[in-house]
């Protein structure tokens, strides 16, 4: 079983932050997770070597929303696993 190791106002302040950074990626992709059939650009990115060649990554907003989720998740759980491997205890 998993210990929390974060403080409540840790998980608060991990919550806003990563919600925040999941709205921001999805704003920052515009359209594109909604609408599969137009692409925004030239180059479709969901096709897996378009994806990864042509850094459709970055300019989505999809590593942003990514650490968002992670973020959140930590959040949720109270547990960080990096705090537990390093041994950091702010409490």
Same mark, same amino acid.
């Given at each position: 079983?998993?210990?929390?190791?974060?403080?409540?106002?840790?998980?608060?302040?991990?919550?806003?932050?990563?919600?925040?950074?999941?709205? +921001?990626?999805? +704003?920052?992709?515009?359209?594109?997770?909604?609408?599969?059939?137009?692409?925004?650009?030239?180059?479709?990115?969901?096709? +897996?070597?378009?994806?990864?060649?042509?850094?459709?990554?970055?300019?989505?907003?999809?590593?942003?929303?990514?650490?968002?989720?992670?973020?959140?998740?930590?959040?949720?759980?109270?547990?960080?696993?990096?705090?537990?491997?390093?041994?950091?205890?702010?409490?």
């Amino acid at each position: 079983m998993i210990s929390k190791n974060e403080s409540t106002l840790e998980r608060v302040f991990r919550l806003a932050l990563g919600l925040g950074l999941v709205s +921001w990626g999805v +704003w920052t992709s515009g359209n594109y997770w909604l609408s599969y059939t137009t692409p925004a650009y030239q180059i479709p990115c969901w096709e +897996w070597s378009n994806f990864i060649a042509h850094a459709c990554l970055v300019e989505r907003g999809f590593i942003i929303a990514v650490v968002g989720i992670i973020f959140t998740l930590t959040g949720i759980m109270g547990w960080c696993p990096l705090k537990s491997i390093f041994r950091i205890k702010l409490k």
